[in-house]
C-alpha cells in the first residue's frame, strides 16, 4: 500500500505544469519596459502649441460638444453700451438715454468639435427722458422705447417701440413728433449692438 501511493503522487507531480517555471519563462519572454525620456525643448514648445490650439474646457479635449453661459457679462455688457448712447439733439429739443430698464435674453458660446459658435437673444427696455418745445415752453418728457425680441445676425433688421409716459398735455400732433425724435435712437442702438456681436464673437 505504501509503494503503491509513492507512485501515484510521482505521476500527478509530473503532470502538474509548475507555475514557477511558467512566471519565469513569461516574464524572459515578455517586451522590455519602456525607458524615462527626458523632454527636450521642443517637445515642451509641441505642448503648448496643442494646448493653445484647443478650444473649451480642459476635460473636453475631444471638442465634441460645450456649452458657456454667457449671461451675466452680456446683460452688463449691452446695458454699458446703450447707456453710452448718451444724448441726441432735435430741431425742437433734446433726449438722453436715463436707463435700460429691462435686458432679458440668453447668451451663450458653444464649442463644437473644437469650432466656436456664439449666440444670443434678447428683448430690450430703454428709457429716455428729455426736453420738447411744445407751445411756447419748454416740456420735460419721459417714454420707453422698447427692442422686440431680436438674435444674434439681426440687429440691420432691429426694431423698436416707442410710447411716451406723460402725454396728457400733448396735443396729437406734439405726441407724433415726439415719438419720431425717440426713433432716431435706432442708429445709435443699432451701432452699439453691433459692437456687442463683435465683442462676444472675440471672448
Excluded at 415719438?179 to 452699439?192: G, H, I, S
Aim: with cysteine.
Amino acid at each position: 500500500m505504501e509503494g503503491g501511493a509513492a507512485v501515484s503522487t510521482e505521476k500527478q507531480n509530473e503532470s502538474t505544469p509548475s507555475y514557477t517555471y511558467w512566471v519565469r519563462q513569461t516574464t524572459q519572454d515578455a517586451a522590455p519596459l519602456p525607458l524615462p525620456k527626458k523632454l527636450t525643448s521642443d517637445d515642451l514648445n509641441n505642448q503648448a502649441n496643442n494646448t493653445q490650439t484647443h478650444l473649451g474646457s480642459a476635460w473636453n479635449r475631444a471638442g465634441t460638444w460645450e456649452e458657456k453661459n454667457l449671461n451675466k457679462w452680456a446683460n452688463e455688457r449691452i446695458k454699458e453700451l446703450l447707456i453710452s448712447v448718451g444724448s441726441l439733439e432735435y430741431s425742437g429739443g433734446r433726449a438722453e438715454v436715463a436707463e435700460v430698464t429691462r435686458c432679458s435674453g440668453d447668451a451663450f458660446l458653444v464649442t463644437v468639435r473644437n469650432k466656436k459658435r456664439v449666440g444670443y437673444t434678447y428683448e430690450l427696455t430703454i428709457k429716455v427722458k428729455g426736453e420738447w418745445l411744445v407751445g411756447d415752453e419748454k416740456k420735460v418728457i419721459k417714454g420707453h422705447i422698447d427692442i422686440p425680441d431680436f438674435s444674434f445676425g439681426e440687429i440691420d433688421d432691429l426694431q423698436i417701440e416707442v410710447s411716451l409716459s406723460e402725454d396728457k398735455d400733448l396735443g396729437q400732433e406734439d405726441k407724433h413728433r415726439i415719438k419720431q425724435d425717440m426713433k432716431q435712437f435706432l442708429q445709435p442702438f443699432q451701432e452699439k449692438l453691433l459692437k456687442f456681436e463683435q465683442e462676444l464673437k472675440e471672448l
